[in-house]
Nanobody, 130 residues
Framework: EVQLSEFGGGTAQPGGSLTLSCVSS????????TAWFRQYSGKEREEVAA????????FYAKSVKGRFTISQDNAKRTVYLHMNSLKFEDTAMYYC???????????????????????WGRGTQVTVSS
């Protein structure tokens, strides 16, 4: 059974930083695509950043490009989202998601929808407040 668990949410001031962690277990894909999504109240989840096993960030939403960085530690089965220069509008529930990568995953400029991912964590809240 695949399990994803998010850690690291909390409250930060505008301009501050937070790092989220997504720890996985049970994944047996040859190449796993892992993404961070966020969800505003009453809205659909939107993809924020994505990466693949052993790779670099392959997608960043325009709203976070240059401020957020996705990275991974394969030995720890952990994918991170380093969030810098936080803004009020970054306040949301953040989710980790995973799927088996397909050919179109490695070079793309458009976000995937939440329906394209198979496995999800329960989410962690990020609040940016002064």
């Amino acid at each position: 059974e695949v399990q994803l668990s998010e850690f690291g949410g909390g409250t930060a001031q505008p301009g501050g930083s937070l790092t989220l962690s997504c720890v996985s277990s049970g994944i047996t894909y040859s190449t796993t695509c892992t993404a961070w999504f966020r969800q505003y109240s009453g809205k659909e989840r939107e993809e924020v950043a994505a990466t693949y096993t052993g790779g670099i960030g392959i997608f960043y939403a325009k709203s976070v490009k240059g401020r957020f960085t996705i990275s991974q530690d394969n030995a720890k089965r952990t994918v991170y989202l380093h969030m810098n220069s936080l803004k009020f509008e970054d306040t949301a529930m953040y989710y980790c998601a995973a799927r088996s990568c397909v050919l179109g995953d490695y070079v793309r400029s458009e976000p995937r929808t939440e329906f394209e991912y198979d496995h999800w964590g329960r989410g962690t809240q990020v609040t940016v407040s002064s």
